[in-house]
């Protein structure tokens, strides 16, 4: 089978991208906008991509009639966020926050989610959440037409927020991180059989 993904309508498009690209990390993101409204909404178009400076991206879409969405406006406008991890505790609600609300509104009062202050920016946090990023806006790139399009937000991560219980020996534990993951249409997934696989010291046979 040959996709040819020119070819085919939007939806599509992404059909085939996030259910050939998975599981992805999945971005809770909280802003704030300049009329001090609160906003949390989830992004799987999500990844670290930079350490110096330690660096993460996602990708915002448009509103159904092609307006910014809340958090890419707020964005633009505070220039400050919080990237929230989902686990499955707190999966449900994180799903209840992707409802494309009316602008203005605050999904985390909505869905009943704690709004905690965070330390270095102004946009809370979610207090359920096991970890938490905060993050300084370094640049938003335009993909595709304005209309149609994504914005790529980049931003710099200047305070991590972790739960106690995950953090062993100076470093994040894969057995007790298990975070959400994302797959095509409807579906998500745990972490069920992780595996390591050590670094070679020298090239492999």
Not at 78 to 104: C, H, I, L, Q
Not at 127 to 150: D, K, M, T, Y
Not at 174 to 185: C, E, S, Y
Request: charged letters at 25%.
């Amino acid at each position: 089978m040959k996709i040819e993904l020119a070819k085919l309508k939007s939806w599509e498009r992404h059909e085939v991208l996030v259910s050939l690209v998975n599981p992805r990390p999945i971005a809770w993101v909280s802003t704030i906008g300049k009329d001090g409204i609160p906003n949390a909404a989830p992004y799987s178009f999500f990844t670290p991509i930079s350490l110096n400076p330690p660096t993460v991206a996602f990708s915002v879409g448009v509103r159904r009639g092609g307006d910014k969405k809340d958090t890419q406006r707020n964005i633009e406008d505070t220039r400050e966020f919080v990237v929230n991890m989902v686990d499955e505790s707190v999966s449900v609600a994180m799903n209840k926050t992707g409802f494309e609300y009316p602008p203005g509104v605050n999904e985390m009062e909505k869905v009943g989610l704690t709004m905690v202050p965070s330390d270095l920016v102004r946009p809370p946090r979610i207090g359920e959440a096991p970890a938490s990023l905060e993050c300084r806006l370094l640049q938003v790139i335009q993909i595709g037409e304005a209309r149609n399009g994504n914005g790529l937000v980049i931003g710099e991560v200047l305070l991590a927020h972790v739960k106690d219980d995950w953090w062993h020996n100076n470093e994040i534990d894969p057995q007790k991180a298990r975070l959400v993951g994302r797959m095509g249409g409807e579906f998500y997934c745990l972490p069920s059989n992780i595996i390591e696989m050590k670094r070679w010291k020298q090239p492999p046979a």
